[in-house]
């Protein structure tokens, strides 16, 4: 058993393997936890590992599943607080996020990678692939995890979440703002849902609140370097 910050919660993850314990080494809490108040009390069951891995497409470690599972158990329990996970690479710029979603294939590393390439240091990778997104105090903030892509992209962090962007493969780079009826099909399939009904409720409110504060864009993309100025240069000259 261990303690880790993440999202501004605190949140208590019994493990079997120590797989999970290293992943999370850089939001693990270094203190006395005797009388520590979790806001989350994670553990899943030996069947839940077993499911997952029968269920894997490509070898796994059962580490590996017992990850996945502690992470699916935590998005389920983050509406409590206003939150919910996003399949979402998140960069940071001018102390603002800008989450970028796409099928699978896509390229949303690639396409964060290109930011890197174009501005180095002036942006930072918030998270590669499962970002937390938190509403608190009428704002939206993007938080780093562990659980971030192969590439492993992730920090210890929040920041406030400034756009969202989906991406498209094309060979021409544009962008341009989506209206809040489109981009709401397409923003369904990047979160984890709940088969509970009132809490779909509380997801879809949360959802639409977003919306209403965030903006939404459609990207069509190559993978050279001007798509990395196209979005960036695109999404801030919406607030101008």
């Known amino acids: 058993m261990f303690y880790i910050k993440m999202a501004d919660l605190i949140i208590r993850i019994h493990n079997y393997f120590d797989y999970v314990r290293e992943m999370c080494r850089d939001y693990i809490m270094d203190i006395e936890t005797a009388d520590i108040k979790a806001d989350m009390d994670v553990e899943v069951t030996k069947e839940d590992i077993i499911n997952e891995y029968e269920a894997a497409e490509v070898p796994v470690s059962p580490g590996y599943c017992e990850s996945i599972c502690i992470y699916r158990k935590i998005s389920s329990m983050l509406i409590k607080y206003d939150g919910f996970v996003m399949h979402a690479a998140c960069i940071c710029a001018d102390d603002n996020v800008y989450a970028f979603c796409a099928k699978s294939g896509v390229g949303k590393s690639t396409h964060l990678g290109l ?3 174009v501005y180095g240091d002036k942006v930072k990778i918030i998270n590669g692939d499962k970002p937390i997104i938190r509403y608190i105090e009428d704002k939206f903030f993007v938080y780093g995890t562990p659980w971030c892509g192969k590439e492993g992209w992730n920090i210890n962090a929040r920041s406030p979440l400034h756009a969202i962007c989906f991406l498209r493969r094309e060979k021409v780079n544009t962008i341009e703002r989506m209206n809040n009826q489109d981009a ?8 984890l849902l709940p088969r509970d009904r ?3 409720i509380d997801y879809f ?3 639409d609140i977003m919306l209403r504060n965030i903006p ?3 990207l069509g993309c190559n993978m050279e370097e001007e798509a990395a100025a196209v979005a960036y240069e695109g999404m801030r000259a919406g607030d101008l």
């Open 115 to 117: 930011w890197k390439k």
């Open 184 to 191: 709401i099909r397409y923003l369904a399939s990047q979160i």
């Open 198 to 200: 009132q809490e779909l």
């Open 205 to 207: 409110t949360i959802i």
């Open 216 to 218: 939404c864009y459609s």
